[in-house]
Structure formats: structure tokens, C-alpha cells
């Protein structure tokens, strides 16, 4: 039974298992939809998706299933104002009107709706006819009809194409919201207990205490265990200035997850302009006198730190591959930002490079080369939601899967 | 059937009561999403209201353990009894049954909201996976196993802090409850303060969602700071007019230091 409407929805992105194919299909026996489409809609939402931000998707599929409806789009001018001075909704038998409007194909009600467009030429407020308000006709508004479509006005009474079709989870869908919160969620990613690790058993186990003493007929055993204890060390670094600017907003929403979810046994952060030489900075103005030697970060901070940076790497080629390239004039670098680059991928075994840039626009362009090149020696992901989970889990990854 | 439509306090959408229909009908957990402040905790209550059940509450904190909704065996006790010489070869004795037991156990259908689940450690749900969808578990310590005389209906909140697993979501029902729009939230407040008049209550309305289309606010005020101005309000017998203007004791809608100042620029008051 409508096996495609499942196939148009996994075309559509959503996952939809086969287990909760059959639980659609037992709602359907017992008629949980009512009969309506609209019953079907929700009864098919609540069963299928598992995600505000797939809401979206399952509109449009659905509207693209049950089509026709979003080509109303352009009312004519005077039909707005007519619908535009409603009546309240005038009593009509519930029971009649379902009988007289129910089970009418969409097709029909669509062509019968352009033909009322045509014919209309006055308000006609209250009837079952005519496009208008507070009735029981198909078209309009502040009225009752199973079959309805709603013209102008707020909803009240609503049918299922038309509120599939208004999309109006469109801003829940993940792939366009950035939230502090989704980061900082995002963020509990970067969990690894010493429990699962190698440690010393220093803490007290009450429970396996009491059974031991238990055992031992009362007399006291202590037992120890491995305390739970987020391990995770992470090094961030972030691009400064310039380019950058346009990006501060998300910048500072990332720096602000990763600083309050406090989770971390340490969180170290350094910044950088453009790509990073002999010096980072302990500040985002990247001023002399809160530089500190890039050498000295790699000796102190061990191996297993997580390395996250954040960064355009979009500069002129010669910043990255020449030495003596970095954009600060007084500053000559011995080395170019290429190899302090692989300086830091040869220490630190996790390393990953995040991109404000969105990913459609990383190569092609010849200013943006730099960014191909970079990519080769760091795997890169886009600064978005589900670019953040993606490079999270590339750190928390088994050794040897960069 | 049993059937929910909503109570005299708690306003459902239509999509809402659907859910929690469908959800009942198909013997599903009901996963409930949404805003803080959209009323997912009071939805149980509610539901349990309508249809004259009792309510069981599971609240879940960040080191709950999924074992703790079955079963304690409290250890400590056996330990101390075993000191004073009493018998401790009974186990029974020292095995507490926690809410989801409890909900098992018990002769009538009851409702059993498990608060928060997202609070709870990453591979919590994955834990319940079976007692959810068996009602049973099993006592290793007593060889016993619990089996629920009546199917609860399950009712779960998440504020998304954590995403849930994927095996744990193909066995519930999702609904997520939006912010409501200006009509339902007219509603929502009449059933609280059935005696607000009309006037009033549109003003606020309208002063309360201009404050949240405010975009540089960070945490936009939800129902129960709408719920606690407007009686605030109305004990301080404020002026009709000074409302939208002036927004008075703007405290109690925002929580944030930032809010409160982008507020006052906003409508240029002290």
C-alpha cells in the first residue's frame, strides 16, 4: 500500500526503517487517520519522522505526493479583498457538508477552484459555492469543508496539502540553522571516558564494596574502580582578522560552545592571521605582545591533544608556500605556513580544519587554491552543524582513520 | 477508546491530541519535543487528567541509569542488616522497585512520563530499548521478572539537548510541540486566567510577541514567563496603555542581563 510514498520520502532524505512502515500501516487498520487526509498527514508525521528538522522534508515530499496545490500562489487583487473582510462562521450540519464535499479528488476540487476564479465578480461571504469566508464552500476561508482549501485569511480549520505545502518547519531544517546550543551539543561528541582507558583505580566502588562485604560474611572488603572522567583535550585555533571578519558571529558562537560546555580535562585557545607561523597569539588582535612561540605549543602540549582549527584558508599562495609570506610586513618567517602546517599534523595524530567558507566554494577558483592545499594536508570540514558533528566524530575516530 | 482532547488547563493543538491518540492506539511511546517552556511536562499531566489515570513521574538527571527506573537493590541495607544478625537471605526484601517497575506493577493503566530523557547519559535510551518495548524486565537477583499487568502509556520529554539514538526513535511516536501563534497562546492564557479581560489579554499578546520577533534577544521568552508577567501585571493593577509601551517588570520575561538592555534600547526606557 503506497510502497512509493515511502520510496518519494527515502528519495527525500528521510530514513524511514521498515518497522515504522508496518506501524504506519497497523494505524491505518485501525483507522487512526480517520479517513481524512488530514488524519493521514499527522498520523504518517508522528510515525515517521523522528526530528523537527526533517519536518521540512516530509512536507515537501508529502506535498509532492498529494500535488497540485502550490500553484495557487497569485490570487487576483480584488478576490484578496473580498476575503479580506470576513464573517464569522455561520451554522451548517457538520454531517451533510462531509457528504456533500467528502471523497472529492484533488484534481476536481483544483479545476473547480479555477473556474470559480473565473466566474466570481462579488464578496459572497457564508455560502457553500463560492470562494469566500464563515461557509461551508471549498474555497476560502474562516469557514468549514472537509475538502477545503484555504484562500487568505489565518487558519482555523485546515487541510492536510495545505499545511504540507506551507512548509512552515522550513527554518527547523538542520542544513540552514546554526545555534549556539546545536553547537555546544555537537560538542558532547568529544566524550571519551577513562572508565573505557587504561587508569588507576582510585575511587571507591560502593557496590561492589557492600557485595564483597556481603559475601565475606560482614567483613569489610573495599573494592576500587576507574573514575568517570571526560579525557578529551582540545587545542583550538582560530583564524583572525581580515577575511575572517564577515565570519566573526559564527566564530564566536563555536568559541563560546566549545568554552561553556566545560566538559574538556583542558581546552587550550590560540589565534592566528591567515596561516600560522613561528608565533600564535593569546588574543583574537593577534598583538605582539600576546604572541607566544608556536614551538613552545607544540613541545607542551602533548601529543593527544584534539586539534580543531577554524579558518578561510584563503590567502595568497605565497602566505602558505613561500617563506618570509606572512602578511605581516615586519615579520619574516624562515619557514613557510605549509610546513608549520604539517608541523602540527606530524604531532598531533587528530587534527581537523573547519571552514566558514560553505563547501561548494572550496576549489575552482584560483584565490581559493590555497584551500585545496590545505585540504591535502588536513581533512576539512564546513563550519556548519553537521559539518561540526562530522569533523567531531573524524577526531573522536579509532587511530589511524583521519 | 479512550480519547484526549485536551483539559480545562491545558490547551492541545489539533496535531497534538492526534499524537498522543495515535501513540495510545499503536501501544508506542510518545516522544515529545519542543521549546523549553511549551508545556511538554504538563502535556502527561494533562493527558492523565483527561482520562482519569494516575501519573507516574520518572525525572531524569544526568546520572540517572536506566537500571534505576527498575529495579535498587539496596545493598547497603542488606549490609547493615547482615551486622545485627538478622536474616538477609531474603532478597526480596531488599530489591525497590524505581518508576518503571512501579508503573508495571501497578493494576490500573497508568501514565508513565519519563521527564527529560535527554539529560541522561548518550547510551541511556538505548538501555530501555527492551523494557519499552516488552514492558518486562527481568531480576537476576531474585529470578524474577516484571511484567507490566497493564501497558502504561509512555510519555517522553526532550529538550534536544543530546540527540537521541536512532534504534530508541523508530520505536516512538514523535511530536514536536512549536511555539504557539498569537490565536492558540490567547487560549493557552484564557485557560489559566479564565477571568482576564479580553482587552487586556490582546495587548499583552501583542507587547509579548513584538518582544520576541526582537531578533538580538538570546533566549526569547516562552509560555511560563508569559504566564508569570501577566500576573505580575495584574496584581500591580498596571495601566492598559503602559504595557506595550513601556513593557513594566520586563524581568520576569527576560532572564539574561543582554535581554533586558537590547529591551529597554529597543522601546527607550530606563
Redesign the interface.
Known sequence: MFYDFLELLRTYGLKVSVNEWLTLLEGLKQDLHGDSLLGFYYLARAVLVKSEADFDRFDAAFARYFKGIESIKELPKELEDWLAQPITQRPYDKDEVDKKFGGMPLEEIMRQFEERMKEQHEIHNGGSYWIGTGGTSMFGHGGYNPNGIRIGGTSRNRSAVQIASERKFRDYREDSVLELRQFQIAFRRLRQFSADMLGPKDVLDVDATIQETCDHAGQLNLMFTRPRRNTVKVLLLFDSGGSMDEYASLCTTLFQAANKSNQFQDLKVYYFHNCFYDYLYTDPFCLRSAQIPTEWVLQNLPQDYKVIVVGDAYMSPYELLSPGGCIDYYFNNEEPGITWIRKFTKRYQKMVWLNPIPEDFWSGSYYRSTIDTVMREVPMFPLSVQGLERSLKALMAAHGQR | MNYFEGSSSYVASE?LM??V???M??E?PL?I?GEPGTGKTMLAQAVADALGMELVIWNIKSTTKAQDGLYVYD??Q??YD??FGES?SDIHKYIKLGKLGEAFRSEKKVILLIDEIDKAD?EFPNDLLWELDRMEFYIPETQETVKAKQRPVVIITSN????LP?AF????????I?FPNE?MMADIVQAHYPDLERDFCEQVLRAFYRIREVGSIQKKPSTSELLDWIQALRITGVSLESVEREVPFSGVLMKKNEDLDTLSKRWGHR
Open positions: 496535531d492526534r499524537s491518540n495515535i501513540a492506539a499503536l508506542k516522544l519535543k545493598t547497603v542488606r549490609l547482615s551486622q538477609v548518550l534536544a539537548e543530546k540527540e536512532d526513535l523508530r520505536r516512538c511516536i514523535f511530536h514536536y512549536a490565536q
